[in-house]
């Protein structure tokens, strides 16, 4: 059972092919592919045919994939899907509560957590400031999460340094009580990754607790919001259109109170901690009664 995000999967697909010693190899000499054959030989007869030569998908391998997104990056992975599951992951609503916001905070506060490395687009929550500054909107903006990158951490801290930005806080990783209490201090997440497979917590989180969620859609967080109704999703790495959102959806819109309800109420609804365990529990007894059987008896 793989319980997936989709690059796991894609991993043991593609290191199929390299993981026995006695395979071809493209940088192979004419004597190690003669010794390959001999010792293919050697293998088929010491195991009287038993142990294959050539890799296969595990017949029995029950792949749950976390979104849609992530099966799909699978499946351009050339990894078999036929017989997959999909299980959106779920968050401990008891721990990720939920404050109403009947106003926004002045100035507004952007919450951005997550790995700082090029691929999570960190740097493009600093260059919104700087484009809400242009914008006349004051605006704080506090980044969690570990440096994965230092040179594109360093990359972040010229940006900020260039644009002479002073209303931006680094913090490393937190822990989930502390997490939440910054999520509740929030009016806005910002999700600016460019990461295509997974499905991230973060949206999930951020939408429990009332923030306002603006998103590239990746990691599955289209699957999770709902266009100016649950949400705001803007097209990848258009930082432009992000910052106009603030300016003209948020800050001049009456309906953003029903709107973090409604958000509150899909993840209540659809991804919760009990609710993931819950189907995950309906998918175990539907694929493998065996096991839960064999299980009972001992």
């Keep these: 059972m793989l319980d997936d995000g989709g690059l796991g999967s894609v991993l043991i697909a593609k290191n199929f092919t390299k993981m026995l010693y006695f395979e071809k190899g493209e940088a192979d000499t004419r004597t190690r592919v003669y010794l390959k054959k001999i010792a293919l030989l050697l293998i088929n007869w010491l195991s009287n045919g038993l142990i294959s030569t050539v890799n296969s998908w595990p017949s029995n391998l029950f792949v749950i994939y976390n979104s849609r997104s992530s099966k799909r990056y699978a499946e351009m992975n050339s990894v078999p899907t036929r017989n997959a599951g999909l299980i959106y992951s779920g968050i401990d609503l008891s721990k990720f509560v939920f404050k109403p916001r009947p106003n926004l905070s002045e100035p507004i506060q952007i919450i951005v957590p997550g790995r700082i490395c090029k691929e999570k687009g960190t740097i493009d929550a600093v260059k ?171």
Excluded: W
């Design 128 to 298: 919104l400031m700087s484009l809400l500054r242009d914008l006349k909107i004051q605006a704080n903006l506090i980044i969690i999460g570990k440096v994965d990158s230092t040179d594109y951490y360093m990359e972040i801290c010229n940006e900020i340094k260039n644009n002479n930005l002073n209303d931006i806080v680094f913090l490393d990783m937190v822990d989930q009580d502390r997490l939440t209490s910054l999520y509740l201090q929030s009016d806005i997440c910002f999700f600016p990754s460019y990461q295509k497979y997974g499905l991230s917590r973060t949206p999930l989180e951020a939408m429990a607790c009332g923030c306002i969620l603006i998103t590239y859609g990746n990691e599955g967080s289209h699957e999770i919001v709902q266009h100016c109704k649950t949400g705001f999703s803007v097209p990848e790495g258009d930082v432009d259109i992000a910052a106009k959102t603030i300016k003209e959806r948020i800050l001049q819109s009456n309906n953003i109170h029903s709107m973090v309800l409604q958000a509150r109420s899909v993840i209540e609804n659809h991804y919760s901690l009990d609710q993931y365990i819950h189907q995950f529990e309906k998918y175990l007894l539907s694929k493998v009664p065996q096991a839960i059987k064999m299980d009972i008896k001992k």
